[in-house]
Structures are given as structure tokens and as C-alpha cells.
């Protein structure tokens, strides 16, 4: 079975950089995206970033240029304070359905890691 193990993450403050990883194990080698997404007290889970096995990348607009993914890494730089939230990443086989950005589309998660921006 597909085993998402996230690890990074913590507190930074503004205009800083935090590494998030992805290692995941068990996986098909056949075509698949893997997203990002975070979600906030209080609001929905909402996608930050998708990378399928194509190369193609996706962005949120809120983190176009500032965020960075590639295969199993999400490099954030430029942090604001409304960037805190737990992340988690999520990984699906083919291109779900729903949308890049749906949570619903994806059946394997990673446990979830804190980003924390603060002065």
C-alpha cells in the first residue's frame, strides 16, 4: 500500500524559507500527481501546489513565486504570516478527476506538517 511519510516544516519569520518532504513508498510506477495542500484553523484544505509525473506543475496563485515544487519537495520561500498552517501532501494515481486542487480527488495523505510564520 502507498505510505505518504512528511517530514520539515516548523516556525520561520516572515520573508524566510522552510523545506517541506515527501517520501513515498509502495507506489505503481505509472502516471500520478502529487499535491500539496494546507489547511488553516478555521478555513477548508486548499491546494497549494501539484506536480504530476508528466513534469506538469501547478501553483495556487497565493504562492506563484514564492513556492517551489519538484518530485517529493516543496520549497517555500518569501513566507507570510498567512502562509501558517498545516500542510500535507497528497498523492493520487492518474490526474484526479475533480481538479488538481480537490481534496476529494486524492486517497493517499501524508500525516500533516506545521508551518508556523511569526515575528
Known amino acids: 500500500a502507498q505510505r505518504l511519510e512528511q517530514s520539515g516544516g516548523g516556525s520561520v519569520q516572515p520573508g524566510g524559507s522552510l523545506t517541506l518532504s515527501c517520501r513515498i513508498s509502495?507506489?505503481?510506477?505509472?502516471?500520478?500527481?502529487e499535491t500539496w495542500f494546507r489547511e488553516a484553523p478555521g478555513k477548508q484544505r486548499e491546494g497549494v501546489a501539484g506536480?504530476?509525473?508528466?513534469?506538469t506543475t501547478y501553483y495556487a496563485d497565493f504562492v506563484k513565486g514564492r513556492f517551489t515544487i519538484s518530485r517529493g519537495v516543496l520549497q517555500m520561500d518569501d513566507l507570510r504570516s498567512e502562509d501558517t498552517a498545516m500542510y500535507y501532501c497528497?498523492?493520487?494515481?492518474?490526474?484526479?478527476?475533480?481538479?488538481?486542487?480537490?481534496?476529494?480527488?486524492?486517497?493517499?495523505w501524508g500525516q500533516g506538517t506545521q508551518v508556523t510564520v511569526s515575528s
Open positions: 497528497a498523492f493520487e494515481y492518474g490526474r484526479p478527476l475533480s481538479g488538481i486542487f480537490a481534496p476529494e480527488g486524492y486517497r493517499f
Open positions: 509502495g507506489a505503481h510506477d505509472v502516471s500520478n500527481c
Open positions: 506536480r504530476c509525473s508528466d513534469g
